[in-house]
């Protein structure tokens, strides 16, 4: 051995102590990722501040549905005394809560096709080389989705009651409303983070959406209760709705408005956060920048 080099192995020692503690270096590690999260959720924030048609486009869309359809159906279709209900409700009222889980669920797919684009940069590749967890940097960018998406959804809420909507927002229920809507919102950025393992290129975005916007949407209790869809014998919509996550996020969220017990509704929303969240860490593959699971589902 050289002398330098043994110079260098007798400063090693001193460079960690052996008795240091691993509390503070602990803490500058927690540190350190709540900074990338602060870093990832403002960018994100920054982005969406500079795309006001994204926030008017956001709104344009279930505000046609409250104005134009639910108007047209005020008085024609009446909602039944039925839980969450202590009375009959206007269309209108019944049909705010899932045009809140629209606005979640297109929001949460939009971040899909932001994940597909920053891939194609390479943007993506920077951030999962990064020196920090994987499934920790997918969280921030989920943490950073879901926040957009509670703002639009809020944004929505307040002018359904300036036009003339009657909800019940200024009680304690408001606020079990409000943790219904982030759960919500995480759980369908969760599942567009997963669609993003799938999709290789943006020219396939749209062809994918269409298999999942539109079926979770209209196969749920958005826009009718599924009691009517059982009434009506059209039993394979009913069992669809049944099963569709996105019915149970809505239905947490109506109950929870009205201070009503959502049953099942928040043990579905949180299960498949986590089943979607896994599977979208597990697909992601930090040195290619896109997932294990479209390489293995491209050379089925």
């Known amino acids: 051995m050289s002398e330098r080099a043994l110079k260098i192995s007798k400063k090693a020692p001193e460079q960690v ?4 503690s691993a509390e503070p270096m602990a803490r500058r590690g927690l540190a350190h990722a709540l900074q990338a999260m602060r870093a990832i959720m403002l960018r994100e924030l920054y982005k969406f501040s500079q795309q006001t048609g994204r926030l008017v486009s956001a709104l344009v869309r279930p505000l046609l549905w409250l104005a134009v359809f639910a108007a047209g159906f005020r ?3 009446g909602v039944a005394i039925v839980e969450p209900y202590d009375t009959y ?3 209108d009222v019944y049909i705010v809560p899932g045009l809140v889980g629209m606005v979640l669920l297109f929001n949460g797919m939009q971040s899909s096709l932001a994940m597909v684009y920053d891939r194609e940069m390479g943007l993506m590749r920077l951030l999962l080389t990064a020196p920090l967890p994987r499934p920790w940097l997918l969280f921030s ?3 950073a989705t879901a926040l957009l ?4 959804a809020i944004a929505f809420v307040v002018v359904a009651v300036l036009i003339g909507t009657d909800l019940p927002l200024l009680s304690l229920a408001g606020l079990h409303a409000l943790a219904a809507m982030a759960a919500g919102a995480l759980m369908l950025g969760a599942l567009g983070l997963l669609l993003s393992v799938h999709i290789k290129q943006l020219e396939n975005f749209a062809g994918t959406m269409n298999f999942v916007i539109f079926p979770m949407y209209f196969l749920s209790t958005a826009l009718y209760p599924l ?3 059982e009434e009506s014998g059209a039993g394979w919509v009913y069992q669809l709705a049944r099963f569709n996550p996105f019915t149970y996020a809505v239905e947490w969220m109506r109950f929870a408005l009205y201070g009503k017990d959502p049953g099942l509704a928040p043990y579905v929303v949180l299960g498949c956060l986590v089943v979607f969240f896994g599977l979208a860490c ?3 593959d930090p040195q290619r920048g896109f997932g294990g699971l479209t390489k293995r589902g491209g050379g089925a």
Do not use: D, M, R, T
């Not at 998406?149 to 639009?152: D, E, F, I, P, T």
């Open 17 to 20: 102590p052996e008795g240091a």
């Open 75 to 77: 008085n024609v279709f």
């Open 89 to 91: 409700i206007p269309y």
């Open 141 to 143: 960018k989920l943490c």
């Open 149 to 152: 998406s509670v703002l639009q």
């Open 227 to 229: 009691w009517k869809l």
């Open 282 to 284: 597990w697909g992601y």
